[in-house]
Each structure stands twice: as structure tokens, then as C-alpha cells.
């Protein structure tokens, strides 16, 4: 079956407000940006996504926090998203911050139908008592905290269950996809995409390259495309480094220097993810 749609703007046209989105990309890698771009043009709103982190002031995901488009995020890292942290902390935006690994595996988890799991992660702290400011109230209080987490005991060591996480829609970016949906990942956008592909009741991806069914081979692909249910080329050229170290040709950074400030910026041929 051909998935390959006529353009992103058609693509994202049944997604309506209220939706929950399922956003792949790991920092500013992978971002499914032609995708978002489109969803921010046709202005849909009241969106809760689960993202590992939300873009950047000025692109991804933050160009719809931006607009206030959206109402909540699951995420694991605020990042260097600066309006993220505004409205976290104004009490403007739901935030459920949860660890890395396991906002991965419960992806994971929704995407292969198990509706929860238990994990050594998070035990004896905020993620297990509860607590953790969801959102903030106008005084600065905690308006909503997380709910307390399942604890059980396995071979004399305690476990939290996490429940697993779906999405009514699922948004992805692949280096090279087939007309079938089949998906090739470069490097880090392999840590998130296909676990948010999986999660997705339905899945849009954007590829930089789309190739014939059967020009990838078998053992090279990352997602089949039984995940997938749209397809649009996506623009190789649409993509950020989320630091850039630039010194001359040769030099050492003495010992004990500090790195400088991570910056959002339009990556060159040597510079792409």
C-alpha cells in the first residue's frame, strides 16, 4: 500500500484539538519539523504531547508552545527551551517530567500493548511518594502534584509500576522510509522515533528520503511500516546541531575549560545529525 501523502499539510489535517501527540526527536535530533511546521499552520490546538523534550524557543515543538498550542507535555528534559520553563513555572502549562529511560520504555510498552510495567527507577524519591509539581498555581504553590506510584517487591528490591503510554497520533522523522512506511533512523533519531511510531494509533512520518518497497534491505530496517500509516517528504536541510564548538583547526582546549553555552543553530552539510 502507497502511504506516501500529497503534502504534510494534508497529512495533519484530520489531527483535531484535544489531541495527544506522541513526538519523536531526542534534543534537537530527528525533530519531525515539516510535520510540526504544518500542524502549527493549521492551527490546531489544546494538544498534549509526549515528547522527550520540546524543541527550542524557535523551532519543533516550541514553535506550537509558543502560539499556546499546547496544554500539557510529558517529557524527561526541559532543555534549552526557555518559554518551556516559563509557562512550566507560571502555572501556564502542565508539565509531567519523568525519567529518560522511562518515558522510553513506556512508549515502548504502549507500542507492544503492555499496559504497564514496574521499574527500579524513581524509587525513594518524588516519582514514588508523589509530589512532583505537575503545575504550578498563581502563588507559586503547587497546583497539581504527580499521585503517589505502586510500589512492589522482587527479590528483596522495590519497584515502581509505570503505566505505558499511547497516543491518539504519533509524529516521526526518518532518514530514508520505502512507499510501505518501512524506516531507516540515522544515529541518535533512533532513540525515540520508532518507540513514538510504535505508540501511535496513527502514525505520520516524514522522511528525507523516499525510496521503492524493496530498496531497503530486510535487515535494515528500524520501524516497519505496519506502524506507519502516512508518509511526506521531509526537507534534509530542515535540521539544527544543538551545539556547535567552534575553535581553530588543530587547537586543544586547555585543561579545565569550560565549554561554552549550547545554542540552536541551522546546521551546515558538516554539521547534520
Known amino acids: 500500500m502507497d502511504k506516501v501523502a500529497t503534502s504534510a499539510a494534508q497529512a495533519v489535517a484530520d489531527i483535531p484539538d484535544g ?39 524557535d523551532w519543533g515543538l516550541g ?44 512508549l515502548r510498552a504502549g507500542g507492544a500493548g503492555i499496559p504497564a510495567f514496574f521499574t527500579p527507577a524513581g ?23 504527580s499521585p503517589p506510584k505502586e510500589v512492589r517487591e522482587f527479590d528483596g528490591r522495590r519497584y515502581l509500576l509505570e503505566r505505558a503510554i499511547t497516543a491518539d497520533y504519533a509524529l516521526v522523522r526518518a532518514q530514508v522510509a520505502d512507499r510501505h512506511g518501512n524506516a531507516v533512523f540515522h544515529a541518535a533519531a533512533r532513540n525515540f522515533n520508532p518507540l513514538c511510531a510504535m505508540a501511535g494509533r496513527t502514525t505520520l512520518l516524514e522522511a528525507e ?24 517528504l521531509a526537507d534534509p536541510a530542515d535540521k539544527r546541531v544543538e551545539r556547535r564548538t567552534v575553535r581553530p583547526a588543530g587547537a586543544v582546549r586547555p585543561a579545565g575549560a569550560v565549554r561554552p553555552a549550547r545554542t540552536a543553530v541551522p546546521a551546515t552539510a558538516a554539521q547534520e545529525n
Request: charged share 20%; glycine share 16%; with cysteine.
Open 123 to 145: 524509587v525513594g524519591t518524588l516519582v514514588e511518594e508523589g509530589g512532583l509539581p505537575w503545575r504550578y498555581g498563581p502563588d507559586g504553590g503547587v497546583a497539581i502534584g
Open 209 to 232: 528520503e523516499i525510496v521503492e518497497p524493496g530498496e531497503i534491505p530486510p535487515d535494515a530496517v528500524h520501524l516497519p511500516g505496519i506502524y506507519v500509516d502516512r508518509i511526506v
Open 19 to 57: 489531541s495527544t501527540l506522541a513526538v519523536g526527536g531526542f534534543g534537537l535530533c530527528g525533530i519531525p519539523s515539516t510535520l510540526i511546521a504544518a500542524l502549527a499552520q493549521a492551527g490546531t490546538s489544546g494538544l498534549q504531547v509526549v515528547s522527550n523534550n520540546c524543541g527550542v524557543d
Open 63 to 106: 514553535l506550537l508552545l509558543r502560539a499556546g498550542r499546547i496544554t500539557r507535555m510529558t517529557s524527561s528534559y526541559v532543555g534549552e527551551n526557555k518559554e518551556f520553563a516559563r509557562q512550566y513555572l507560571t502555572g501556564e502549562l502542565e508539565v509531567e517530567l519523568t525519567p529518560q529511560g522511562t518515558l522510553a520504555e513506556r
